[in-house]
């Protein structure tokens, strides 16, 4: 059961709002959020109450200095009817849906991961059909997902002018934009790491792109491709990154906090965190790189954190089991943020291996708490770090282990130099990825005349 839950009849914090003057702006999260919640290990109620690290919750704190009152939509098939609840965190309102029937009804059967589809055909000659079935269901499923009635008659309630859609790649950006010229709400979509679906698989894309209120992209090179592959205005795209919450995320005294988690004081601390995701983040990149430096430095006191849940967690595990040395894991994704804070304050390098991600906030939070970095050079991190070293942090390209390994050795044999690329990550945090600013910019985008 859902907590914290708003009357139905009770808007009084949205009113308020409008009778300030201030719009309302909706953000219409993952495709559903029970899949993602359960891989973290995470229950609606800790997501209604205190959950935050994730891009919307900041959007959302942005939202309000720039006095814009934000609502957030979810899908989730905990809930059979709407329901609203007030974000402990954020205290913005957060309206769950639950997803359509027929939707319901194809989930009770069909597995989540494609390879347990063919244990419920008994013969093997039937396997090749039960994938294609799979996929088939796994299709209509997207399209089917989000309850567009439901959805716009809450954004019509709250008097949401603008809607920003996670993913601009998918089908329901795609139903969205449809559903948005309806009923004159300009509708942005967003890109957080999703993968593009195939053309063919999408027929309204190019429809959707071309009648879409605009795109915020948090990356150049994102924004570039798009331009390029569907002739896509420049005007149209907004350059816009996550903000960092810098009264939770700022430098602290590293002896304190080592002695307060128990951490030896004079061990050299490589930190991760984030979701458990081995192929995206790059999760096996980072642990072939570590095995080959401990090989290396074989009385060198270094301890590897990787702090997170995830999908990968039981794969994460066994790779961790076959021989990797001096790593701590905690398979948790922790709440507390001021306790997230305190691991990195801790910690002497932050490491991000990953292969897709679009703006890690988790990086930037690093960044924020006075942390060197050394990542790939993937998506929004190439803009994170666009100055390389001048800016607090080394780039390698994704998936080398070697380039990674290399990074990770020249800074931890150079105390100096990690310490100066600390102070710059720290200032390259705070002066290019405020609240203040960041909401300034979301304001002059989504909130239409």
């Not at 309850?147 to 709250?158: N, T, V």
């Not at 209120?213 to 002739?231: C, F, H, M, T, W």
């Not at 304050?345 to 708490?369: H, K, N, Q």
Request: glycine share 6%.
């Amino acid at each position: 059961m859902l907590e914290c839950v708003i009357p139905k009849d009770n808007q009084s914090q949205i009113e308020e709002s409008l009778a300030q003057g201030q719009p309302v702006v909706g953000m219409l999260t993952v495709e559903i959020t029970d899949d993602w919640l359960d891989d973290l290990g995470v229950s609606i109620d800790d997501f209604a109450s205190r959950m935050m690290g994730v891009w919307y919750f900041n959007y959302a704190q942005a939202f309000q200095l720039a006095k814009i009152e934000p609502v957030f939509y979810v899908v989730s098939t905990k809930v059979k009817t709407t329901m609203r609840f007030k974000h402990g965190e954020t205290g913005a309102t957060i309206v769950v849906l639950p997803p359509p029937r027929l939707y319901s009804l194809i989930r009770l059967w069909l597995p989540k991961r494609p390879k347990l589809m063919a244990w419920r055909f008994q013969a093997r000659l039937l396997e090749g059909l039960a994938h294609t079935a799979y996929r088939g269901l796994r299709f209509l499923l997207r399209y089917i997902s989000t309850p567009l009635s439901a959805l716009f008659a809450e954004l019509k309630r709250d008097q949401c002018k603008s809607l920003i859609v996670q993913e601009y790649e998918s089908a329901r950006f795609d139903l969205c934009v449809l559903a948005g010229l309806l009923h004159k709400v300009a509708v942005f979509g967003t890109f957080q790491g999703g993968l593009p679906q195939h053309k063919l698989l999408r027929p309204l894309r190019t429809f959707a792109l071309r009648c879409c209120a605009g795109l915020l992209i948090p990356a150049k090179n994102e924004a570039q491709r798009v331009a390029d592959q569907y002739s896509f205005p420049n005007e149209r795209i907004t350059l816009i990154y996550t903000p960092v919450d810098t009264s939770v995320f700022y430098p602290s005294s590293k002896k304190e906090q080592r002695a307060l988690l128990g951490i030896h004081p004079d061990a050299q601390l490589v930190i991760y965190h984030g979701q458990i995701l081995i192929d995206y983040k790059g999760l096996d990149v980072l642990l072939q790189a570590w095995k080959s430096l401990c090989q290396t430095y074989p009385n060198r006191n270094m301890r590897l954190f990787v702090i997170g849940s995830g999908q990968d967690q039981e794969e994460f595990s066994r790779m961790l089991s076959d021989g990797v040395p001096q790593v701590e894991w905690i398979n948790e994704w922790i709440q507390d943020r001021n306790l997230i804070r305190r691991y990195l304050s801790s910690a002497d390098i932050y490491v991000c291996p990953s292969r897709g991600d679009a703006f890690p906030l988790a990086m930037v939070e690093a960044m924020a708490c006075g942390l060197p970095v050394v990542s790939s050079e993937v998506n929004g991190i190439a803009d994170i770090l666009e100055g390389g070293e001048q800016f607090g942090g080394v780039l390698v390209p994704p998936g080398d282990a070697d380039a990674l390994s290399n990074a990770l050795s020249r800074l931890l044999t150079d105390r100096p130099l990690t310490e100066t690329l600390g102070r710059r990550a720290h200032a390259r945090a705070i002066s290019a990825f405020s609240m203040a600013h960041v909401g300034a910019q979301l304001r002059s985008i989504v909130v239409t005349g």
